[in-house]
């Protein structure tokens, strides 16, 4: 059974950073995609990055987060982080971590992805 269990969630202050962590257990391909989400309430879960393992190792970011965010991963460890700098209060929600083994048509729509972790929440104040 796969899972995914993200950490590093806090509350900072505007300007701030934080740096999440996402990391999967149990049997998975060598090949998959693995993704940042958030969602505040009421509103749709929205990508916000992944990237490609196996695949090219390719990655994808969504406008809002394009110059302050950025993914990376540990292969071997089967891990995956977010590194959130110059966090805004509009970044204030819950954060989660997702991966599939299937090809993705868009690597940020949420549809695509199988497995989902419980999230983590950052708040950010003014």
């Known amino acids: 059974q796969v899972q995914l269990v993200e950490s590093g969630g806090d509350s900072v202050q505007a300007g701030g950073s934080l740096k999440l962590s996402c990391a999967v257990s149990?049997?998975?391909?060598?090949?998959?995609?693995m993704g940042w989400f958030r969602q505040a309430p009421g509103k749709e879960r929205e990508g916000v990055a992944a990237?490609?393992?196996?695949?090219?190792?390719?990655?994808t970011y969504a406008d809002p987060v394009k110059g302050r965010f950025t993914i990376s991963k540990d292969n071997a460890a089967k891990t995956i982080y977010l590194q959130m700098n110059d966090l805004e209060p509009e970044d204030t929600t819950m954060y989660y971590c997702?991966?599939?083994?299937?090809?993705?048509?868009?690597?940020?729509?949420?549809?695509?992805?199988?497995?989902w972790g419980q999230g983590t929440q950052v708040t950010v104040s003014s």
């Open positions: 997702a991966a599939t083994t299937a090809v993705v048509v868009w690597p940020l729509s949420a549809s695509d992805y199988h497995h």
């Open positions: 149990g049997y998975f391909f060598n090949n998959y995609y």
């Open positions: 990237s490609g393992v196996g695949f090219g190792g390719e990655t």
